[in-house]
T-cell receptor, first 114, second 112 residues
Framework: EAQVTQNPRYLITVTGKKLTVTCSQN?????MSWYRQDPGLGLRQIYY???????DKGDVPEGYKVSRKEKRNFPLILESPSPNQTSLYFC?????????????FGDGTRLSIL | SQQGEEDPQALSIQEGENATMNCSYK?????LQWYRQNSGRGLVHLIL?????REKHSGRLRVTLDTSKKSSSLLITASRAADTASYFC????????????FGKGTRLHILP
């Protein structure tokens, strides 16, 4: 089954404790992206990747890191999480170069930073 | 900065009625997409419309695009309870496709 898998689905942690949210897709898609969703603000793009070893900043990249060492994986790293990073996070992938093909979304990761 | 802005923010209609929501954007685009999100779940793609297209249909969905007004509309005909969800438009500004901006969404509630 074609899917985008995020882990964990839920995480409660404390300020400053490094964490990684994994994202994996099994559709051989070139494009992958991370978004955060906050009430009243819609989805905002954090980082995206056009291909292996190619990443770029979205609208809200501060406090986040990403890597794309393999085509299928695109982890989101919070080196020193802070409470303002409490949010619902989505990973997505697309066969195109971004908005020229449909994106497939994961089920989301709800992060709470205390 | 917001590229896509949907309106209304929320919409409640009776089952069987048609629902229309709009998206406005600020700069030139190549493509515009509409997505649906059921509460707290991942987004699901509905329709992609390219800048040289004016209208597109998919089942009960009809999307229009007016590049001169920088706006798009999503019409859901004969609404059903299962259409209750939030709807988002997505664009990529300046003729690029890589950096994607979503609007804040329209929350649609279908009343039985």
């Amino acid at each position: 089954e074609a899917q985008v898998t995020q882990n964990p689905r839920y995480l409660i942690t404390v300020t400053g404790k490094k964490l990684t949210v994994t994202c994996s897709q099994n559709m051989n898609h070139e494009y992958m992206s991370w978004y955060r969703q906050d009430p009243g603000l819609g989805l905002r793009q954090i980082y995206y990747s056009m291909n292996v070893e190619v990443t770029d900043k979205g609208d809200v990249p501060e406090g986040y890191k990403v890597s794309r060492k393999e085509k299928r994986n695109f982890p989101l790293i919070l080196e020193s999480p802070s409470p303002n990073q409490t949010s619902l996070y989505f990973c997505a992938s697309s066969p195109g170069t971004g908005n020229n093909q449909p994106q497939h979304f994961g089920d989301g990761t709800r992060l709470s930073i205390l | 900065s917001q590229q896509g802005e949907e309106d209304p923010q929320a919409l409640s209609i009776q089952e069987g009625e048609n629902a229309t929501m709009n998206c406005s954007y600020k700069t030139s685009i190549n493509n515009l997409q509409w997505y649906r999100q059921n509460s707290g779940r991942g987004l699901v793609h509905l329709i992609l419309i390219r800048s040289n297209e004016r209208e597109k249909h998919s089942g009960r969905l009809r999307v229009t695009l007016d590049t001169s007004k920088k706006s798009s509309s999503l019409l859901i005909t004969a609404s059903r309870a299962a259409d209750t969800a939030s709807y988002f438009c997505a664009t990529a500004p300046g003729g690029r496709d890589d950096k994607i901006i979503f609007g804040k969404g329209t929350r649609l509630h279908i009343l039985p």
